[in-house]
């Protein structure tokens, strides 16, 4: 949506935060609007713009590899013949550490942005990454895993606090969607051959290091890149602006350029990270941030981190070998990807509570299914005529989650909250996110130890189901309604 204001121009585009493998819109960019010539024009001034694109797009890659790393991994540290043996107490510990760095990697880039901007962000999260790699390279002991996966969490989160930021700030309004679709398209890559990688590649000294070049050509390409003109700008330093719009946008006017940035950077003076955190008094921003926790929680109760942490494990405890378990976690990923592109329209035509509540019974139904099927198990039951069971409980867990539980926590925050604090909102979206993940990923293990198998699965059905009443209750709906007419149904 624009909004014109003299010569600024506001656009909003869309910012992605993460639980796992899904992908979650939260963000605000302003931008000029750099381009007023011809088509030829606007051609030949975006090729260092797609470069950037496609910095970022390796970003989302290495995250994507990050998330992916997990399931099959998990099941080599439980066999007896792995390198480094761990407890099924250790192993749920390496999946809480991503949590525990989630929490934290979401208030220090949230934070860090407003102070060194979105390129130098970008590049200290491809050398943590980096950083990453190398410990799972030289682990010798689950210490060296537990650091590995928190820098992990902690990247995660900062990649989707700031990429968005960084692109929106440095590319054409005409080509912002779309680069910002391409940039979080490697995340879905990402996963797919983190896991199809760790699959087949068992040694982590031999996959990990292929990772670790991928960050290293990263690094170089961002300590080329310049800071966005908007950072320079905001931070008075006009000479590194000039210098970085005709960077980005070769063969502009530098000099008019410049004016409607110059413009936005003095219109928001004030729009300082004290000034976001005193709109915390406002009862509705209270409100919607607390809306917005619980929100992007929901998914986390419902069980989504640990099917795909845990997928292979349940199948080999399941005694489900109609489908190897290693490529079955591949086919799975692959159908989850094609649920989420073919769900996309739902949100827009039925409603973001339709949607949420729909993905809420649906995914209970999976994890109903999935615990019938152990506990059938425990009953002497045949497994040979259950094996069907848990390949079509996550499968259909996965398509239903596709639908609500992945896009609308996302697009509410997009549409919640005034421009000012939508990153600060986001910064809470990650909370929210890490919060309920650690939590979720750190029981399951010991419930399944207390309980068993089937009772963890039949719990996440029943917390999946808590959606419902937040969906009708606390949640407004949003669909096709005005930024003032949704500030009216919170204030009700």
């Keep these: 949506m624009h909004r014109r204001r003299g010569q600024v121009v506001k656009v909003q585009t869309a910012t992605f935060v ?15 609007e750099v381009l007023k010539k011809s088509k030829q024009a606007s051609d030949i001034k975006s090729h260092v713009q797609w470069i950037a694109t496609f910095g970022v797009f390796l970003l989302m890659f290495e995250v994507g590899i990050n998330i992916g790393w997990a399931s099959p991994n998990l099941a080599r540290f439980a066999s007896e013949d792995s390198p480094i043996q761990m407890t099924t107490d250790e192993i749920s510990w390496v999946l809480a550490c991503t949590g525990i760095g989630g929490f934290f990697g979401s208030i220090l880039f949230s934070i860090g942005l407003e102070f060194f901007g979105g390129r130098k962000i970008v590049l200290v999260i491809f050398i943590a990454i980096s950083l990453s790699w190398i410990f799972l390279i030289v682990a010798n002991s689950v210490v060296w895993i537990y650091i590995a996966r928190i820098l992990g969490g902690i990247t995660c989160a900062g990649s989707y606090a700031s990429f968005s930021i960084y692109l929106g700030e440095v590319v054409q309004p005409g080509i912002r969607g779309t680069v910002v679709a391409v940039a979080t398209g490697g995340n879905a890559l990402g996963i797919l051959v983190g896991i199809v990688t760790e699959t ?10 292929i990772y670790l070049v991928f960050c290293v050509i990263s690094i170089l390409l961002f300590i080329w890149l310049k800071d966005s003109p908007y950072y320079c700008a905001k931070k008075g330093d006009f000479k590194s602006a000039r210098k970085s719009i005709a960077f980005y946008f070769p063969g502009c006017d530098v000099e008019e350029e410049l004016k409607p940035i110059q413009a936005f950077v003095e219109a928001n003076a004030n729009n300082t990270l004290k000034g976001k955190l005193k709109q915390l008094k406002e ?3 209270r409100k919607s941030l607390l809306i917005i926790f619980i929100i992007f929680g929901l998914p986390h109760v419902s069980g989504q ?5 845990y997928m292979e494990i349940i199948l080999k405890n399941g005694k489900s070998d109609l489908i190897k378990p290693q490529e079955f976690v591949i086919y799975a990923n692959i159908i989850s990807i094609i649920a989420t592109l073919a769900s996309i329209r739902f949100s827009d035509k039925f ?3 339709a949607a949420l509540i729909f993905s809420s019974i649906g995914c209970a139904i999976g994890m109903v299914c999935l615990g019938i099927h152990f506990f059938l198990l425990t009953e002497n039951v045949d497994a040979q005529s259950l094996q069907w069971l848990p390949i079509f409980s996550i499968v259909f867990y996965l398509i239903t989650y596709a639908v609500g539980y992945s896009p609308v926590p996302s697009t509410v925050l997009s549409e ?3 421009e000012s604090i939508k990153s600060l909102a986001a910064c809470f979206a990650a909370l929210g996110a890490s919060f ?23 719990l996440h059905a029943a917390l999946s189901l808590v959606t419902i009443p937040c969906a009708l209750l606390l949640l407004p709906e949003t669909k096709g309604k ?9 204030m009700k």
Excluded at 18 to 32: I, R, T
């Design 18 to 32: 993460s639980s796992h493998s899904n992908f979650q819109l939260n963000g605000l960019v302003m931008g000029p």
């Design 200 to 209: 087949y590649i068992t040694a982590m000294k031999v996959s990990c290091p």
């Design 283 to 285: 009862p509705v921003v």
């Design 305 to 309: 981190v640990n099917i795909m942490s």
């Design 351 to 353: 409603g973001r509570k």
């Design 416 to 418: 919640l909250f005034p």
């Design 436 to 458: 309920f993940g650690t939590i979720v990923t750190k029981s399951f293990q010991p419930v399944v130890d207390t309980f068993g198998d089937a009772y963890i699965f039949w």
């Design 482 to 490: 005005t930024f003032q007419q949704i500030q009216d149904d919170l």
